[in-house]
């Protein structure tokens, strides 16, 4: 199984930065894509940013050129570098790992998340 615990979320002023951590464990040799995600109260669950092992990313419109997502391949802690933060950017942050059952056909499920990290950005 691929266990993700986040970090690095706080309350930071518009115009400010922060860099949230997605530490993997467990099974992670069989994860193939690292996604953050966001959702705001009352709203649904949007993916911020994505980064495939071969390298490719992707982002929301909203973030594109703020956001930067990365990884640490030797520890196993994929990044999500935020600047230029504004108020819409609060919410609750949380990655999703998305498994190769090619690779890891032993594995229960596919899709694992987080718990989340708490962002909150003041005007």
């Known amino acids: 199984q691929v266990r993700l615990v986040e970090s690095g979320g706080a309350l930071v002023q518009a115009g400010g930065s922060l860099r949230l951590s997605c530490a993997a464990s467990g099974d992670t040799e069989c994860i193939s894509a690292m996604d953050w995600y966001r959702q705001a109260p009352g709203k649904s669950r949007e993916m911020v940013a994505g980064?495939?092992?071969?390298?490719?990313?992707d982002y929301a419109s909203s973030v594109k050129g703020r956001f930067t997502i990365s990884r640490d391949n030797a520890k196993n802690i994929w990044f999500l570098q935020m600047n230029n933060l504004k108020p819409e950017d609060t919410a609750t942050y949380l990655c999703?790992?998305?498994?190769?059952?090619?690779?890891?056909?032993?594995?229960?499920?596919?899709?694992?998340w987080g718990r989340g990290t708490q962002v909150t950005v003041s005007s």
């Open positions: 999703n790992a998305e498994a190769d059952l090619d690779k890891c056909p032993d594995l229960i499920g596919s899709d694992y």
């Open positions: 980064l495939h092992n071969g390298g490719s990313t």
